[in-house]
């Protein structure tokens, strides 16, 4: 007989608003942390070990934030907002202070992207004024290294993600769209590798593995797709798995390459073996939508934890398939 699905360790309440995004930073041996963005502009600071909110950050005008991410240290937070907003947060030293930032152009609800290129060095890809266009820009100069625009008919940028191969090459970046395609763009070129029509839907949400060359999209309908980079740098279609129920909001293959969440419309957690997509369970507890997943970053694979955010306010933290 199958084992029925765990609850969550603890739900986190207070958030006030839905939650948008989460971020986590685990690093020992300081108390780990749980960074929310709220739609009601808020960055919540839980930490995990007292189960509160340590601090309330509001930097984006009451403008959802929909994206977040630490510069190496929790003493730097960035920030995405629908203000059209990116800002960078100084939290050293009990600070809660906006110490730079810049305007995207974009109202859209396409999260950036970051990648570190060299110690203190990163490339925030990020969506732009124009609806299908991604700009690429250094952190912490702001200096604009490209801009990449797609044919009008792919429709609005939905996600974006860079990373640099093992190959040497530059960085690479992937991008979902409107029209249900994801392109591969090389960033050095400044021109796209591969295209492929995944999706009758927009893509709502993709992650990539970079190691294995392989990645996982969802959208408005009742499947999960995943797919490939083959050595030619092509995309290609690997496999599917069909949902009850229609609506993917958020995907995140943890760090280990060992499982896959997906954050669902019908108020539902899924998790899938990544190496086949095997569905491994189903995990219920919130009300309404759930809009992230995020798998913490602690070094002990036993402390690890997956966190949810959804529509109802509430995030869940779940132990899941945590053998070291």
């Not at 937070?77 to 059209?84: E, F, V």
């Not at 395609?181 to 839907?201: E, F, G, I, N």
């Not at 899924?270 to 070094?299: E, I, N, Y």
Request: charged share 20%.
């Amino acid at each position: 007989m199958a084992h029925p699905p765990p609850a969550p360790q603890f739900t986190l309440r207070g958030s006030g608003a839905q939650v948008n995004t989460l971020h986590f930073c685990c690093k020992d041996p300081d108390p780990p942390l749980l960074f929310s963005g709220s739609s009601k502009g808020a960055v919540h600071i839980w930490n995990l070990t007292t189960r509160r909110a340590e601090r309330v950050l509001e930097g984006h005008g009451g403008a959802s934030v929909i994206w977040l991410s630490t510069l190496n240290s929790r003493n730097t937070l960035i920030s995405q907002g629908r203000d059209m907003q990116v800002c960078t947060w100084d939290l050293s030293g009990g600070r809660c202070s906006v110490t730079d930032s810049f305007l995207t152009g974009s109202v859209g609800f396409c999260q950036c992207s970051l990648l570190e290129t060299q110690p203190g060095r990163w490339l925030l890809a990020h969506p732009a004024a124009a609806m299908e266009e991604v700009s690429i820009v250094d952190v912490p100069s702001k200096t604009l290294v490209c801009s990449l625009k797609a044919d009008a008919n792919r429709g609005m940028l939905m996600c974006v993600k860079l990373w640099q191969p093992d190959s040497g090459q530059g960085p690479l970046l992937l991008a979902g769209y409107e029209d249900g395609s994801l392109t591969l763009w090389d960033v050095s070129q400044r021109k796209p590798l591969s295209r492929l029509a995944a999706h009758p839907q927009p893509v709502m949400c993709f992650d990539f593995d970079p190691v294995k060359l392989r990645g996982i999209s969802g959208s408005s309908e009742r499947a999960v797709i995943s797919w490939t980079l083959d050595g030619q740098q092509s995309l290609q279609l690997q496999d599917s798995v069909q949902l009850v129920n229609a609506g993917v909001s958020h995907l995140r293959i943890r760090e280990d390459r060992k499982i896959v969440a997906s954050a669902g419309w019908d108020h539902r957690i899924r998790l899938f073996g990544w190496k086949r997509l095997k569905p491994l369970a189903v995990l219920q507890h919130h009300t309404d939508m759930v809009l992230c997943v995020a798998f913490s970053d602690h070094r002990d694979p036993c402390r690890r934890v997956m966190a949810a955010g959804s529509k109802d306010q509430r995030i869940s933290l779940w132990s899941v398939y945590n053998e070291g």
